[in-house]
Nanobody, 121 residues
Framework: QVQLVESGGGLVQAGGSLRLSCAAS????????MGWYRQAPGKQRELVAV???????NYAGSVKGRCTVSRDNAKNTVYLQMNSLKPEDTAVYYC???????????????WGQGTQVTVSS
């Protein structure tokens, strides 16, 4: 099983920056993709950014150019650097990881508990 723990959320003024971290721990063979999602009050959870084990990335259009996802495979940690934050970025941010317990096992998706990001105007 994989446990994901997010950190780095908080309150920031519009135009400010935050860096989120998500560390994976537990027993697994490999972690493939890791990603960040967010959920604002009354809205569905949406993709923010995802990064594969090889470093390929994909971003939501709303954050492209303002956010950078990165990954330290040695530490099993994914980061989300968010710049030029807007009030509409306010949400609970969740990380997830697609991992395998063995090389031949089906991939499993796990989620962290989330970290609150609040951007004031």
């Amino acid at each position: 099983q994989v446990q994901l723990v997010e950190s780095g959320g908080g309150l920031v003024q519009a135009g400010g920056s935050l860096r989120l971290s998500c560390a994976a721990s537990g027993s697994f063979f490999s972690i493939n993709a890791m990603g960040w999602y967010r959920q604002a009050p009354g809205k569905q959870r949406e993709l923010v950014a995802v990064i594969t084990s090889g470093g390929s990335t994909n971003y939501a259009g709303s954050v492209k150019g303002r956010c950078t996802v990165s990954r330290d495979n040695a530490k099993n940690t994914v980061y989300l650097q968010m710049n030029s934050l807007k009030p509409e970025d306010t949400a609970v941010y969740y990380c997830n990881a697609l991992w395998r317990v063995t090389s031949y096992a089906n991939p499993v998706l796990s989620w962290g508990q989330g970290t609150q990001v609040t951007v004031s105007s």
